[in-house]
């Protein structure tokens, strides 16, 4: 008969009432991927470091000899641009996919979010040897750009092949850090700007896109990484006139047996890859947190 | 901020909102309007539509059927970047990737305001609501009151002639949502402009408003001055829902309630099935056989008692059935203590008759007058 409020809550429990353990015992923990690393990656990187500049003659002339050879110049600009190329596809590509992602019911995303991972579980050569087959001179895309008066073209051997090829194998990469970093965008945001007098427009190039770009720029490293050094694809789908660094490295190593000089070709690509990375973490830090490759890329 | 602003009168008739798959209405034909820098709350247990009220008057929530009037012109088609009004979110809704600074300037850099009007006017935003100083921080560097207010120096600091909060307060603690209802209220003295204020706390909805929409199912129940809610409710779910009170249901003949176990005077009001309500406070405990007050006296038996500073709420079971509360001054009177037979009397004119029906009597125009 009588509404009587509740008792007021009780006082939360201090939340430090947990004991964290410090310095060596946490460190414990990264012993065995330190150990992996160290073994598997670490020594024959430093081995190769120094093949490079001990193979054949002690000095840096496997490097001048690299830098004056103009194909060498050509394969890593060549690689840079198609590792740009292929980055751009992705976004364009993955950036609305994964906004539909965040707008559909739980049903229709574990739909969407299954045709995303569908190429993780497939086999890379699988996957590539399917490209070689749409894209022959024959193939299904051939036959979709005639019938719309584009075609035939020469598709297999070229960039533009395995530029549409690696996007494809490089998609999930882009979709998953860009649709987390998306769900975590309050949708009230994009309301409380078009209250304040923002177009759809304006609200979404101020206040949705930036917040997304996080996520944009995790996997546009990632992508951009696993790129540059990509082999199966482009020396399956590509040509040998149109190799990229990886295939070089191949050629130096199965075939020419000069272990200096693709040494010193590895070493550039490490170089530029970490250039890369340094750059992109420089660009997108924003208020003191910066992006991790692993940040976006969770889930 | 200038003084001269001021505020926008809202109207809204027969507004309803049905959303695709539902059953019934989230908001049901109302009729309400709000006076130019009238202080509105819209009150109600959630899901009774005062959110989705709310929202169609912002414009993120499209309209039914209805009409939704700003100072006499339609806006119920117009888009919500075009119809400048400030809105004041639950969760804040500040730009994470803003300095408060930069939150505040978005309004007006979208109004395409001069850059040096601009500084000026975030300024005198961020003194306003005591932030001056702090206008370099993320949101993520400012505490939960300090976001908040950032959020109403952002909806103010366009000079809107109307600000819509929703919940404003509801993540906030107790201490703090009694500073900030201080500053909300000094807020819409300084600057003169309508607010309409959603809540479904009772105590904030009496502490600030003019004037107060209760809502239920979709309708609104009553509407009117928090003393004329409190005092004279029209209805069993409005005098329940603001504040404790005591709800004897029965009968009424000859001016004479008859619960079915006891029989109270009443006083006038509707016939046939009602509800007598009377608040804890107009309830007074003597002891038995002691001399006899004027009015209605129950015998009862005391099943606790509670301490709550500056009163005590004793809770009492009406020896013919049905239960009661009491609130007595601490410190005024002896403190009765759990078993102890007492009476409970009250003059016939502190209660009030409503109608007693579990629906929701039919929607009556609710204008201002």
């Known amino acids: 008969m009588v509404s009587v409020s509740p008792v007021d809550a009780a006082p939360a429990v201090p939340a430090a009432a947990r004991r964290r353990p410090r310095g060596r015992p946490l460190l414990l923990l990264a012993l065995p991927a ?51 190329v292929v980055t751009v596809l992705c976004v364009l590509c993955a950036y609305p ?18 045709l995303v991972l569908l190429p993780f579980w497939t086999s890379l050569m699988a996957r590539t040897f399917a490209w070689v087959v749409l894209l022959q001179d024959t193939g299904l895309v051939n036959g979709l750009l005639a019938a719309v008066g584009l075609g035939p073209t020469r598709l297999l051997g070229t960039t533009a092949g395995v530029s549409v090829a690696m996007a494809q194998v490089m998609l999930p990469f882009m979709v998953l850090p860009v649709y987390t970093a998306m769900r975590g965008i309050d949708r009230h945001l994009v309301d409380a700007a078009m209250g304040l007098g923002a177009t759809p427009l304006a609200a979404f190039l101020r206040v949705y896109l ?86 976006g890329a969770g889930s | 901020m200038p003084d001269t602003a001021t505020g926008a009168r809202i109207e809204v008739e027969g507004l309803t909102k049905l959303f695709p798959g539902a059953a019934a209405p989230a908001v049901d034909g109302i009729d309400l309007e709000i006076r130019p820098g009238e202080f509105m709350t819209l009150l109600g247990p959630s899901g009774s539509g005062k959110t989705t009220t709310l929202n169609m008057i912002a414009g993120f929530e499209s309209i039914s059927a209805g009409r939704i009037a700003l100072d006499g012109g339609d806006i119920a088609q117009l888009p919500a970047y075009k119809r400048n009004l400030g809105m004041v979110f639950q969760n804040y809704a500040l730009f994470p990737h803003m300095t408060a600074a930069e939150n505040v300037a978005f309004p007006l850099k979208q109004r395409k305001v001069a850059k040096t009007e601009i500084a000026r006017r975030v300024s005198e935003a961020l ?28 909806a103010v600091v366009f000079e809107p002639r109307a600000l819509l909060l929703d919940e404003p307060l509801g993540a906030l603690d107790k201490k703090l949502r009694e500073s900030l209802q201080l500053e909300i209220s000094r807020l819409h003295r300084e600057l003169g402009i309508t607010f309409v204020f959603v809540t479904h ?59 079915g176990w006891c029989s109270l005077r009443a006083p006038g009001g509707p016939e046939g099935a009602v509800a007598l309500v009377v608040r804890p406070e107009h309830l007074r405990l003597a002891v038995p056989g002691g001399p006899r007050a004027e009015g209605n006296v129950l ?51 502190a209660g009030v008759l409503v109608p007693d029906g579990a629906e929701p009597p039919a929607n009556q125009p609710v204008g201002a007058r």
């Open chain 1, 97 to 114: 996919y994964a906004y539909l992602m965040t707008m559909v019911g739980p049903r229709w995303r574990a739909v969407l979010t299954a």
């Open chain 2, 299 to 349: 015998s009862a038996t005391v099943t606790d008692v509670v301490y709550q500073g500056a009163f005590r709420r004793v809770l009492v079971r009406f020896d013919g059935g049905g239960s009661g509360q009491v609130r007595e001054a601490a410190g005024v009177s002896r403190s009765v203590s759990v078993g102890e037979r007492v009476e409970v009397c009250w003059s016939e004119d």
């Open chain 2, 127 to 154: 003194e306003l609501v005591h932030l001056g100083g702090h206008g370099e921080r993320l949101p993520s560097q400012l505490s939960g009151g300090q976001q908040q207010r950032v959020a109403l120096a952002r």
């Open chain 1, 34 to 84: 330190v150990v992996v690393l160290a073994v598997f990656f670490v020594v024959p990187a430093a081995r190769l470091a120094w093949l490079s500049v001990s193979e054949p003659a002690l000095g840096f002339g496997n490097y001048t000899a690299m830098a004056s050879d103009g194909v060498v110049v050509t394969v890593v600009l060549r690689t840079l641009g198609m590792a740009a």
């Open chain 1, 210 to 295: 930036p917040l997304s770009l996080r996520g944009v720029a995790a996997g546009a490293t990632l992508v951009m990484v696993l790129s540059l050094g990509f082999y199966v694809t482009p020396s399956l789908v590509g040509s040998p006139q149109q190799s990229m660094l990886a295939q070089l490295i191949s050629v130096q190593v199965n075939q020419l047996v000069n272990f200096g000089a693709a040494g010193a070709l590895a070493v550039t690509l490490l170089v530029v890859t970490l250039v890369l990375v340094a750059g992109v973490q420089r660009l997108t830090r924003t208020g003191g947190a910066p992006v991790g490759l692993v940040g």
């Open chain 2, 201 to 259: 706390d009772q105590d904030e909805a009496l502490a600030l408003s003019d004037r107060i929409a209760v809502f239920r199912d979709g309708r609104i129940e009553q509407a009117g001055t928090p003393a004329d809610l409190y005092e004279t409710p029209s209805s069993r779910f409005v005098a329940t829902f603001l504040g404790d009170s005591n709800v004897f249901t029965g009968r009424v003949r000859d001016g004479l309630l008859d619960t």
